[in-house]
């Protein structure tokens, strides 16, 4: 798992120490005895098929996204997943500077996902979660004529543990990229041009949401791939979950699922609205688990969104109120004295949130949880501007 | 007492190392003149063979990323010399690729604090350096600036050392600078010593929501509060300077709902002086944040309970030199947003959280100039009380308003009837009648003290405070309290602390905390170093009432021995001297056990695990160096250090005691101790460093964890399958198990002593067998295994088992596992847990002992490569052979060859 890793740092000491001006070439460290050396194991990212590379997946850190199989063609991450492999699709989704995201799920040939009621789902080891990032020209239109291929995430089951591995597409090719990279993007929007700087997260800025911690021990997790949030019609039009279900690729479908509703969807509520978006773009994080639990902010979906935890009346112990002096996270009935859509709607590092995946503000969304805000009852919590 | 020269000496050789701004401000009062017997010129870091160099060409974000990411264990990732502007945060995770597999004791280093400089202001992301999930790492000799939010911050990890570091915000002091300096945040054992914090916007240095901390000789210069340690146990604050800051100390403990709360807190021997600058946070009306600190103050206690604030220099301040106060003063508005916010059922007090601080002890600061000009937005009314009624500010002054809440019983659910805010609980008891919640002012020299509020108020008269003063007269707070321990940072096997790795004098303390609870002395059996009254020997019996209630500074004092200068025979009180079968390799020091149990009482049998011993009981064991390993328990051997291990009421408690040079004393070391010895082997001289544990160090052996996951300190030796075998007592030779039964020692001993599984006899020079004659290439395999698992059994398995301090790593050792069944568990075909391995791939490769771990790291006498990690210098020659041969002798598993 980390071999490929370990030769290359390996070579890179070699490397430095040998034009660094060492002189010391003969005091060699004492390394114990070891064994006779073995010919190198072929790479199982050089192995040439057609099929998805599940040994690969399993054991290595391929340096190109092809070297894995996952797609027919593989310089269209966007579209036919090799056997094992199927698109899917979310209620809500993470803000991500308006890239498009094209997710699969690849799942090891006779294994079956198990179906959880709030969580994400449990997945066999061997699940590969894939995520492609594709910066559009103009925010108001998708598909692949219209987008640049930006990266490609892979979430890896592995027999430890989910490995977070990102590659960098350069022309036909995504390279694994594990600092990740920034990469200068110009886009239209409405009637503006917004010129940015889109960050590639680095493999370990994903644990920073992708971690769970269990007492005291921090375990990366899939996030979206929960019940409420895949619990819509699926690219063919049937029901998503029922598909897998049909399909042999889950346990189990209760009959009442909980749905998240779309930021865009105005037959739902704003109540709805905002509890799904605030789950997708913030509670991986703002959970008793996750990265910000010091922040006791709770905005998971099956939160009391009534209540201090969600934020209700309730003052950030990590944050100063900004040039704003705002004192709460949410104060009912004003959303112009509330923290959470005030740092949603700035890109300074002190002050914007999430703190890391966004370099443009996600006008719509600011715009949702402010109405939400307003609509709220003032009497809720008690606290005054 | 303060030690002035001793802070000069520290600030000058931050100044040596050319920190910038240090000592360049006109108006701060230290002067600034090295003592000549220190060292002009300190030499810079070096790096170890085989560290990784980080390139400066290219983007050094990116390289310096590269490294973290491939970050094995034990790595040193150096940073180049220069001014470098990364564009990103440089994230280090301890386990990036989520494999459960830890990069351990990483260290990330500079070329100094000067040259080695990472300037954020271009950069995206929040914080300089973040490290998270990690164990064990170490960040020194460079510099962050004009980061974001915070300059370094380390969250979840467990084990960090923060050395000669700069985090720097420059120029105009604004609310736009960073918040926190040095940042770690829900972290365990964290030292931060000698580094330089300037501008930030929050705190300085900020540790939260931590614990284990110790944080010694930095200068923390204009920043909104110098130094603030929230929300966090176990601190100890020593020998720093404080200056320039709007608040130079902070205590705090704020309302935050994550089960994190804070106490025992020491603030001492520090230099707080000049902190006037004007606040400069930004403005939230969150009640506790730190834009409500006062300027012109040098110490804060907000809400903490259990703080120590004593033996500080605290000089030139506008507005008070020490408070402390409960959390209405921060938020007065206590029937309303205070009930509300903090007070409902399910929060934050609910949650652990108090408003009320207690158990607070000031005592033998000097202050100095304080008050000429209060200020600060949050007090103006108890300024103008104050000025108005007593024509002064008090020096130190305490709000009481807590304590009067607490007395009055308003908002305490006592289970009675008639709460006047029923439903509203603060779980704030009224003081205890003891005394033992005071908060205690005494000896500061000539300060006036005040206090706000006194006595028991009224639900009617809590609007009308006291405002009381004590110009001398000695009518508040006059009082003291029991001194808090000790508190000390482990990391691997070093012990950082006051007087414990320092020489620093006047620690005060007297117990030490550390990592995994209270360790070594006391197990809080007794406070401090108990009743050292009782420390008086007399007549011919063993000092029982010490032994169980007091350290004693001298062996003598427990009156173990006939002769207390030969604790090598004739114990007092029948006491019984026993020998193990198999011992544990120490350097070839001859080891000389007793066993005291007390009058008329008998330690409970168990087959397989430590006898039960019954409290009272104390193991003493004495280790002397013989001239040569040939020769045990002739003239010419030395005594070095001699060991107790007592069973006190609430559980073991482990006291080194170190022979004097000239023998006449053996005294109470906790520190432990490291001296030069040498002796003959096998016709050769060794010379080598022989080490006498810390306290916290007999806990790494002797501590097993219970089902419900907390360490224990337990004895190791005393097994029924080491003991069985004879001894030569006066009385005649007997089976030392019989002996014990014998004697009325021991309950539950099987009739057939015979039939119990023993761990043969193996000698310091390898003696086994009939006759000690036994040739190991000669013996049958089973008895090379028996012979290897009771040698593994008595040196590696009191950590090496479930229960004990390296389970992490899967090996199991106990004598009594099988090896075949258990292969893995033994380390066969098995790679290490935590271990790069060099080369080696596995623990064991049956067949090849070259090719095993297990083998090389018991020959290996280097730090991070040698089995045990501590309590030897040497290599056992005789115990890697059997080792050798017994891997030799395994049967072929899948990773032979």
């Known amino acids: 798992m980390r071999t490929s890793l370990k030769l290359k740092s390996l070579l890179l000491v070699l490397i430095l120490s040998g034009c660094g001006g060492s002189n010391e070439q003969a005091n060699v460290p004492i390394l114990p005895p070891s064994p006779p050396p073995e010919p190198p194991p072929a790479s199982a990212c050089e192995a040439t098929t057609s099929e998805v590379n599940w040994t690969a997946l399993q054991t290595e850190n391929c340096e190109r996204l092809s070297q894995y199989g996952l797609f027919v063609d593989p310089a269209q991450p966007t579209r036919d997943p090799n056997t094992n492999g199927r698109l899917y699709l979310l209620t809500t989704a993470l803000f991500s500077d308006y890239a498009s995201k094209y997710r699969f799920l690849f799942l090891p040939p006779g294994s079956q996902v198990n179906y959880e ?10 699940s590969v979660l894939v995520k492609t990032f594709a910066l559009p020209q103009d925010s108001a239109l998708s598909g692949a004529h219209n987008e640049r291929l930006i990266e490609t995430r892979l979430l890896i089951h592995r027999e430890n543990g989910w490995v977070a591995l990102p590659y960098l597409w350069e022309g036909e090719e995504a390279r694994l990229a594990l600092a990740g990279a920034r990469v200068d993007h110009q886009m239209t929007h409405r009637d503006q041009t917004l010129t940015f700087t889109y960050e590639v997260p680095s493999q370990p800025q994903c644990k920073l949401c992708h971690q769970l911690n269990e007492a005291g021990v921090t375990r990366i997790s899939p996030i979206g791939l929960k019940a409420h949030l895949l619990n819509r019609s699926d690219a063919t039009g049937q029901a998503q979950l029922e598909s897998w279900l049909g399909d042999g690729w889950l346990d189990r479908l209760p009959e009442a699922i909980p749905t998240a509703a779309a930021l865009e969807d105005e037959a739902a509520s704003l109540t709805a609205r905002a509890k799904g978006y605030l789950d997708i773009n913030c ?3 703002h959970r008793a688990e996750g990265f910000a639990s010091i922040s006791g902010l709770r905005l998971g979906f099956f939160q009391d969104h009534t209540q201090f935890s969600y934020g209700i009346c309730k003052q950030p112990p990590g944050y100063d109120g900004g040039a704003a002096g705002l004192d709460y996270d949410i104060v009912p009935g004003h959303s112009g004295a509330s923290i959470l859509p005030y740092r949603m709607s700035h890109l300074e590092a002190k002050d914007r949130m999430p703190p890391i995946g966004r370099a443009l503000v996600h006008e719509k969304a600011v715009d949702l949880i402010n109405r939400w805000i307003d609509a709220m009852d003032p009497n809720l919590g008690g606290c005054t501007p | 007492m303060f030690q002035k020269h001793k802070l000069a000496a520290s600030v000058a050789l931050l100044c040596a190392l050319g920190v910038s701004g240090c000592g360049s401000d006109d108006d ?7 003592p000549p017997t220190e060292p002009t010129a300190p030499t810079g870091p070096t790096f170890p063979e085989g560290a990784i160099m980080i390139s400066a060409e290219g983007n050094i974000a990116e390289n310096i990323l590269e490294a973290f990411i491939n970050a094995q264990s034990n790595d040193v990732i150096v940073l180049p010399e220069g001014t470098f502007k990364p564009d990103r945060t440089l994230l280090f995770d301890g386990d990036a690729d989520g494999d459960g597999v830890f990069a351990k004791n990483v260290t990330i280093m500079g070329h100094g604090q000067d040259k080695t400089i990472l300037d954020f202001s271009e950069s995206a992301g929040g914080d300089g350096i973040f490290v998270q999930n990690a164990m064990n790492i170490t960040i020194q000799d460079l510099q962050v600036n004009e980061a974001a939010n915070n300059g370094i911050k380390l969250k979840n990890t467990n084990g960090i050392i923060l050395r000669r570091l700069s985090t720097i ?21 964290i030292l931060i010593e000698d580094t330089y914090v ?6 300085g240095i900020y540790v939260g929501q931590s614990k284990y901390i110790v944080v010694r000789r930095n200068v923390a210069k204009e920043n909104v509060a110098g130094i603030e340690i929230e929300n966090s146990q176990y601190a100890d604050v020593y020998d720093n300077e404080a200056v ?15 089960g994190y709360y804070g106490r025992s807190v020491r603030i001492f021997n520090n230099h707080v002086h000049g902190n006037n600058t004007p606040n400069f946070a930004n403005a939230s009306s969150n009640p506790a944040g730190v834009h409500i600190v006062p300027p012109g103050t040098g110490v804060i206690i907000l809400s903490t309970r259990d703080v120590e604030i004593f033996d500080n220099v605290i000089e030139d301040h506008d507005t008070l030199s020490i408070t402390a106060t409960s959390f209405f003063i921060a938020e007065q508005d206590i029937e309303g947003a205070f009930v509300m916010n903090y007070a409902l059922p399910g929060g934050i007090i609910d949650d652990g959280w108090r408003a009320v601080p207690r158990n607070i002890h000031i005592h033998g600061n000097q202050i100095s100039d304080s008050g000429s000009a209060p200020n600060g937005k949050l007090i103006p009314d108890i300024i103008a009380a104050y000025q108005g009624l007593h024509g002064v500010f008090p020096a130190i002054l305490y709000d009481g308003l807590g304590e009067a809440i607490a007395n009055s019983g308003l908002f305490f659910d006592n289970g009675g009837e008639g709460m006047p805010y029923a439903g509203v609980d603060f779980k704030e008891p009224p003081f205890a009648a003891d005394g033992s919640d005071n908060l205690c002012a005494i000896d500061n020299g000539d300060v006036t003290i005040g206090q706000l509020y006194a006595g028991n108020h009224s639900a009617a008269d809590l609007g009308t405070p006291d405002v009381l003063l004590d110009n001398g007269e000695g009518t508040l707070m006059n009082c003291s309290q029991i001194s808090l321990p000790v508190h000390t940072v482990t990391f691997g096997d070093q012990v950082f602390g006051c007087g414990i790795d320092d020489d620093v004098e006047g620690c005060d303390g007297g117990n030490t905390v550390g990592d995994s609870g209270e360790i070594g002395d006391g197990e809080a059996s007794i406070i401090g170093d108990g009743d050292q009254s009782l420390c008086v020997a007399s ?12 350290n004693c500074p001298t062996l003598a004092d427990y009156n173990l021995f006939a002769d207390a200068l030969d604790p090598t025979q004739n114990p007092n009180s029948g006491g019984v001297p026993y020998d193990l079968t198999s011992a544990l390799f120490t350097d070839y020091s001859s080891k000389y056990r007793f066993a005291f149990l007390p009058d008329g009482q008998a330690a409970q049998y168990n087959a397989d695990e430590t006898f039960d011993f019954p409290v009272g009981t104390v193991l003493v064991k004495t280790f002397a160096m013989p001239e040569d390993s040939a020769m045990p328990g002739t003239e010419g051997e030395e005594l070095l250090e001699t060991r107790l291990l007592i069973h006190r009421q609430n559980g073991w408690t482990a006291l080194p005691y170190v022979w004097s040079a000239d023998k006449s004393e053996a005294k109470l070391t906790k520190p432990g101790s490291v001296f030069e010895q040498s002796l003959m082997h096998q016709g050769e001289a060794l010379t080598f460093d022989y080490s006498v544990p810390n306290v916290n160090q007999c806990k790494q052996c002797h501590q097993l964890t219970d089902s419900e996951g907390v360490a224990r300190f337990a004895p190791i030796g005393p097994k029924a399958r080491f003991l069985n075998s004879d001894y030569a007592y006066a009385s005649g030779t007997a089976n030392q198990l019989q002996h014990w039964a014998d004697n ?3 309950t539950g001993l099987p009739t057939d002593v015979a039939a119990i599984n023993t761990a043969p006899n193996f000698g310091l020079l390898g003696e086994f067998g009939a006759d000690e004659m036994g040739v190991l290439s000669e013996a049958t395999d089973a008895e090379v295994m028996s012979l290897a698992k009771g040698y593994l059994d008595i040196n590696c398995a009191h950590c090496h088992r479930p229960e004990g301090n390296a389970s992490n790593t899967g090996l199991k050792l106990e004598y009594w596992r099988p090896y075949a069944g258990n292969e893995q568990a033994h380390g066969t075909c098995k790679a290490p847990i935590a271990y790069g391995g060099g080369s080696l791939s596995h623990d064991i490769v049956p067949g090849d002992p070259e090719a095993s771990i297990m083998h090389f790291r018991m020959a290996s006498t280097e730090a991070g490569d040698m089995m045990p990690e501590i309590g030897r210098a040497l290599s056992h020659d005789a115990g890697v052979a059997l080792i050798n041969e017994w891997i030799k002798r395994l049967p072929s598993a899948a990773c032979s060859q």
């Open chain 2, 539 to 550: 007549g011919n019996s063993v000092n029982l009432d010490a032994l169980l209630g007091a």
């Open chain 1, 117 to 126: 009621e709030q969580e994400a789902f449990s997945f066999p080891v061997g």
């Open chain 2, 28 to 34: 701060t009062a230290l002067v600034i003149t090295p």
């Open chain 2, 744 to 746: 009325g020692l021991l």
């Open chain 1, 283 to 285: 509670a991986h994080c």
């Open chain 2, 169 to 189: 915000w420059d120029g105009e002091l604004n609310a736009d600078n960073g918040a926190y300096g040095l940042y770690p945040v829900e972290c365990e054992n």
């Open chain 2, 244 to 258: 320039g800051n709007t608040g130079g100390i902070l205590v705090f403990d704020l309302p935050i709902g994550n």
């Open chain 2, 198 to 203: 300037r501008g930030s916007a929050d705190a």
